[in-house]
């Protein structure tokens, strides 16, 4: 305490904290701890993870193997103690070393730029020197071309000489300090999410209404309103199985009344009361033939149509004739093998398609009618029926999230591609012009300064060298 | 004219420019390095309009609009962009630092992806977009990434050859360094040929010969004499490497290239490349997340891979103000950082899971 040069505990922590090398273990240790989560998958089942271990440690020290990894955490390393422990020290480390340097940065920052001895000017590492003839008026010549290259020119008498100096963003040495806080913005927007927002799932099936979602585990959250799965559909490129885009029609209720209705698709969610609700899966029920309505639309030849919902079973007319249709059978997903004869590929409804029997006055005839191949809606006799959906049996999965802190995290996100624009492509540009007047003429010492990109800073003292010269040649006439 | 025509013409641009780069390298005639800067600038003319020309055949075949038609949507177009800025940027530092030396380690990079790109025998069909990729931030995402990629490609090649440049003897730890750096390289490359000499008519696609074969003609090899004979020319190649490094310390000396002009390139091309890959990879890459997935940051294995990859890279330019860190410190970090990015490219894509798997549809 006496000496003053004593630290105390705190001052040693303090010094720790505020040390680039603790920030260089810190980025180390979170690299490299991270780089083992990528590779154990997270959350995943055990029987996974030895599967993974067994290519790294051999067949017999893979069941240890996962036993230590699960120990310390590695299978949810992101949400567990230690690494969270590690981002707190990183916030910790970035908040200190800011603070620390602040003030010597805040001075060079706000202290206003004033003239220095022709000794000092000599060792700055941008210079040029000239001469310029005639009496006087070099000043304020001086003055104007550092106004046409963007500068705000202060003059100052020196004992025997004159000097012109100005400073051009002074302020952008605090770039990185932006740079710095928007990382602790960023990190505040997610703790906001974390404890004021939720992530949880919705399997919807058409036509079902919800009041809750569901959190990892099952734990129910209620929404606050009552969400409906209109209808789910899967458009595809052209007649190929590549989905072009997974849809759902969406309502929102509150108190029974529709509030808001909505499509989503991947990329486009729909957002109420602060809930958003994100297309992610989609699925079928099994025994999919039993449990759904085809919908119709049956066109006579003369163009009387007429919307039907009819189950497999049900037997529907095509208005305006005496035609009846009856539905035999559903496949979700119809292909035809080499022998010509048709069958299900898979539970998913890919490829759906009905089988009818239609029975007139004078003629019978029967054939599957397939949902994406309007070809197929075309019957022998002219009539027509086209397979709109089949409804009721599929379900929408949607990833449901509630997250306050996101609009925060943005705003971090742009403080940060500002603070970094500001770091790495301006600079704090000084300029000195030393005037010394020597037998009816001016002998001129440019000295300059750039914190960064001194390269481009030199060009322009190249110009303004220029100038100088130029205008001199210009008063001698 | 179609766009793999011009693909094709811009390939054999750029092998005939690598081989006259060298060539320069070896006799010094001015005339041969005009004739490959030339080379080189024909064949980035001609991939810039196969890409168009690629642009405007997938708008045509996806009917998405122009800004989601952009090519750069599988593992093949971005590997073919990714030459284009690497060229690009090459060209840049060929006129602004009036050199060409650095030619002859550019190019064989671009060649070499040109090279792994016809041998692994990759789809190069257009292929219409998955819902996942349907939206405007496809475009500005994957192309800020693919420069900052290519820029941090330069600082990996200007770090190595400074390395090379600044270490003399074989116990110096940074010699090392570089000597089983560039010997890893090697013989990851040589192996891989093997394995694609061996297997190619075996195998449908290069996913799977990289997920299932990966080094089965070597390392891996049912028979235990294959393997142990390959580990065995594995470390010959890397004990070759480390014991006649001078030699090739000797040449890249012989450059017009100082040693300062190196450091000065790793720098700026990172300097480049970090605010690039911060504000298009990361930060365009969570926001579209947040908008597709409904999490902004999900430690996907890509997201995490591209997090480590930044932390390598803010080490590097926080490094440059630590006391003693200069030099050959900071260059070693600067190379470790691409064998990062690599990864994050291809490394995540090709062997671990997670969201980010258009690659290998």
């Known amino acids: ?477 | 004219m179609n766009s793999s025509v011009l693909f094709g013409l811009s390939t054999v641009a750029y092998v005939f420019a690598m081989i006259l780069y060298i060539a320069y390298l070896a006799f010094r005639r001015n005339q041969v390095g005009v004739i490959a800067t030339t080379l080189t600038m024909a064949g980035f003319v001609a991939q810039t309009f196969a890409i168009l020309l690629r642009w405007k055949e997938f708008y045509e075949i996806g009917q998405m609009g122009i800004l989601r038609a952009i090519p750069l949507t599988n593992l093949y177009e971005s590997l073919i962009f990714f030459v284009w800025c690497l060229i690009l940027a090459y060209l840049i530092i060929e006129f602004r630092y009036r050199t060409r030396s650095f030619g002859a380690f550019v190019t064989p990079i671009a060649s070499l992806v040109l090279a792994f790109i016809d041998i692994s025998g990759m789809s190069t069909n257009i292929q219409p977009l998955v819902p996942a990729l349907q939206s405007n931030w496809l475009l500005v995402h994957v192309m800020m990434s693919f420069i900052s990629y290519a820029l941090f490609a330069i600082s990996f090649s200007t770090g190595l050859m400074y390395l090379i440049v600044k270490t003399e003897k074989r116990n110096d730890p940074s010699y090392i360094f570089w000597t089983v750096t560039m010997g890893i390289f090697v013989i990851v490359l040589a192996a891989m040929g093997l394995d694609y000499l061996t297997f190619k008519f075996a195998v449908k696609s290069q996913e799977e010969l990289i997920r299932s074969y990966l080094f089965r003609a070597s390392f891996r090899s049912g028979s235990g004499f294959v393997s142990v004979l390959s580990l065995a020319v594995a470390a010959g190649l890397l004990y070759g490497i480390w014991r006649y490094g001078g030699v090739l310390r000797k040449i890249v000396g012989s450059f017009d290239l100082s040693a300062e002009t190196l450091d000065d390139i790793t720098y700026k091309s990172i300097a480049m490349g970090f605010p690039i890959f911060t504000l298009g990879g990361l930060i365009f890459g969570a926001i579209w997340a947040d908008q597709a997935w409904g999490k902004y940051w999900s430690w996907d294995p890509k997201e995490t891979w591209s997090l480590i990859t930044w932390f390598f890279y803010a080490f590097y330019l926080h490094s440059r103000l630590m006391r003693g860190w200069k030099g050959k410190k900071v260059a070693m970090v600067a190379v470790l950082g691409f064998v990062a990015v690599i990864f994050t490219y291809l490394g995540v894509n090709l062997l671990l899971s997670g969201l980010h798997s258009y690659g290998s549809q």
């Open chain 1, 1 to 477: 305490m006496e000496t003053g040069k004593q630290k105390t505990f705190v001052d040693k922590i303090w010094d720790v904290f505020a040390s680039v090398k603790l920030a260089a273990v810190i980025f180390a240790v979170i690299a490299l701890t991270s780089m083992v989560g990528t590779v154990l998958e997270q959350n995943a089942e055990p029987a996974k993870n030895i599967r993974i271990l067994v290519k790294f440690v051999g067949e017999a020290a893979a069941p240890a193997a996962y036993e230590f990894f699960s120990r310390l955490g590695f299978l949810d390393m992101y949400h567990s103690w230690w690494f969270l422990t590690l981002l707190f020290l990183f916030c910790a480390n970035l908040i200190i070393c800011s603070i620390d340097r602040l003030p010597r940065i805040w001075k060079l920052v706000t202290a206003p730029i004033h003239a220095l001895t022709p000794d000092h000017l000599e060792k700055m590492s941008i210079k040029r020197t000239l001469t310029m003839k005639g009496k006087g008026g070099a000043a304020d010549q001086v003055s104007a071309s550092l106004k046409a290259i963007g500068f705000k020119p202060v003059q100052a008498e020196m004992d025997k000489d004159r000097q012109v100096y100005a400073e051009k963003g002074n302020y952008t040495r605090l770039g990185v300090y932006m740079t710095h806080l928007s990382i602790l913005v960023i990190i505040a927007g997610a703790i906001i999410g974390v404890f004021f927002g939720f992530n949880a799932f919705l399997n919807l099936p058409e036509g079902q209404t919800s009041s809750v979602a569901y959190k990892e585990g099952g734990k129910e959250i209620p929404l606050g309103f009552d969400i409906r799965c209109d209808n789910f559909d899967v458009e595809y490129y052209g007649e190929s199985d590549m989905p072009k885009a997974y849809k759902s029609w969406l309502t929102v209720l509150q108190g029974g009344k529709v509030v808001m209705q909505k499509s989503i698709v991947v990329n486009d969610p729909l957002t109420f009361e602060g809930i958003t609700f994100y297309q992610s899966s989609f699925g079928t029920v099994p025994d999919s033939a039993a449990h759904g309505v085809a919908i119709l639309r049956a066109v006579s030849k003369d163009g009387k149509s007429e919307e039907i919902q009819a189950r497999v079973g049900d037997t529907f007319t095509i208005p305006g004739t005496g035609i009846q249709g009856r539905i035999v059978n559903f496949s979700p997903a119809l292909s035809v093998d080499q022998n010509g004869r048709p069958f299900t590929y898979e539970e998913n409804m890919t490829n759906p398609a009905l089988y009818i029997e239609f029975t007139g006055p004078s003629q019978r005839f029967s054939g599957w009618v397939f949902k994406r191949l309007p070809r197929t809606w075309q019957l022998p006799d002219g009539n027509r029926v086209e397979f709109l959906n089949f409804w009721g049996v599929r379900y929408t999965g949607m990833q449901v999230r509630k997250d306050p802190g996101v609009w925060i995290v943005y705003l971090g996100c742009l403080t940060m591609a500002i603070g970094l624009y500001i770091t790495f492509f301006m600079s704090h540009r000084r300029i000195w012009v030393n005037i010394s007047e020597e037998k009816g003429q001016s002998k001129v010492l440019i000295a300059a300064s750039a914190h960064r990109n001194r390269a481009a800073f030199e060009r322009t003292i190249e110009k303004l060298a220029g100038m100088l010269a130029a205008g001199n040649k210009g008063g001698t006439k």
